[in-house]
């Protein structure tokens, strides 16, 4: 009997032995099992918040995208007051060459009158010959009277017309000073905002691709410019003293890459081939942009789907079409002689572009040719 009792308490030790491992290694599998679904939970509140940081991304690039295209009109209109501007300022230099002439006649004339003393027509009148003799003196007294008045009633109206010119240009510089800080600020306020999120967009791998839907009229219209601009050069600078010899265009931006080359490339909106007429390079807002040779600023303006260009001549058919710019960041205007090397402006993300960065053209004679010839 207390052999049998041995040896049921050792079967049953035995089979607890046993059955211990079991129960611990069930339990790991549940812990295990745990963890997993947790680390699930954590990775899909991490896709649900990267989708959440996209969209609000988008939400702000999009209205970043609206303030832009404000910008762009605030500063069409700054450069169509600076030229509303400049024609008065023309007018106003005529109108007072034209008072001065008139003046020094005028003045002329009152001197003969005083010479010729008060009684002069009278007296010339009553020395007259006969009554034809003195209708024809008295004729003459008339268109001399009439010239006269004539010149005071000119002279008159031009003084008045030079103030009214006057005050429309003060007002012109006034609009011009009000649109340009609102331009100014905006555009702090935009490239701010922007350079906030800028690392988010990297971060989220946002692929933004540097698509340029230039207006064909435009570019039309710029070569036909660049072509009249590069005749009037030629003929103001017959020496040639300026004009590009040969030799390495300079990098327009220091140390950057280039995102788009020159020639056909797939347009990833448009979904066919189309003809990219310069090359992209890359940088942030603010980036320098320089000039890539020395030369003249033949056009520094607002371009439709450019932004805001700046095209230099560089003598011998030659030019270079920097764009994209704002006009806050651009430090050269039309007429301005420019070095190699020289900063002329900043890459901004104006115009019909999707992410900062410079568009470069090289045009010879008007047409646009590869960069990369002169700038191997």
């Not at 052999?3 to 308490?9: F, I, M, N, R, S």
């Not at 035995?14 to 963890?35: T, V």
């Not at 439709?304 to 994209?324: E, K, P, Q």
């Amino acid at each position: 009997m207390k052999k049998q009792l041995v040896a049921g308490l050792t079967g049953f030790v035995l089979a607890c032995s046993l059955l211990s491992p079991g129960i611990s290694f069930a339990d790991n599998i549940d812990d295990k099992k745990e963890d997993i679904k947790d680390r699930d939970k954590e990775i899909q509140r991490i896709e649900k918040e990267k989708k959440q940081t996209k969209k609000d991304l988008e939400s702000v690039l999009k209205e970043l995208e609206q303030r832009k295209r404000e910008l762009n009109e605030l500063n069409q209109d700054v450069y169509e007051t600076e030229q509303k501007l400049e024609k008065s300022k023309k007018r106003v230099a005529e109108k007072e060459k034209q008072i001065e002439e008139q003046k020094k006649v005028y003045n002329e004339r009152i001197r003969i009158v005083y010479r010729q003393g008060k009684m002069f027509y009278v007296r010339s009148l009553m020395n007259a010959k006969n009554l034809d003799d003195f209708l024809k003196r008295l004729e003459f007294v008339r268109l001399v009277a009439k010239r006269d008045q004539e010149l005071i009633n000119g002279y008159k109206t031009d003084r008045r017309e030079l103030v009214k010119e006057k005050k429309q240009m003060e007002d012109l510089l006034a609009e011009r000073k009000e649109k340009a800080e609102k331009a100014k600020g905006l555009h702090a306020d935009l490239t701010g905002d922007y350079k906030k999120i800028e690392k988010q967009v990297k971060k989220l791998g946002s692929k933004q691709e540097n698509l340029e839907e230039i207006n064909e009229k435009e570019k039309k219209r710029i070569r036909d410019l660049i072509r009249k601009r590069q005749r009037e050069q030629a003929t103001e600078d017959d020496d040639g003293s300026d004009s590009y010899t040969g030799g390495k265009f300079g990098w327009p931006v220091k140390g950057s890459r280039i995102t788009s080359t020159y020639g056909m490339r797939f347009h990833p909106v448009r979904k066919r081939y189309k003809m990219h007429t310069g090359v992209d390079f890359a940088g942030s807002l603010g980036t320098p942009i320089h000039a890539a040779a020395g030369g003249k600023v033949i056009e520094s303006r607002p371009a439709t789907g450019y932004g805001y260009i700046v095209i230099i001549d560089h003598g011998n058919g030659l030019s270079t079409l920097y764009a994209h710019m704002y006009a806050q960041g651009v430090r050269v205007q039309s007429g301005d002689s420019v070095s190699k090397g020289q900063v002329i402006a900043e890459i901004g993300n104006n115009g019909w572009s999707t992410g900062p960065h410079l568009h470069f053209e090289v045009l010879k004679n008007g047409d646009q040719v590869n960069p990369m010839s002169y700038l191997k």
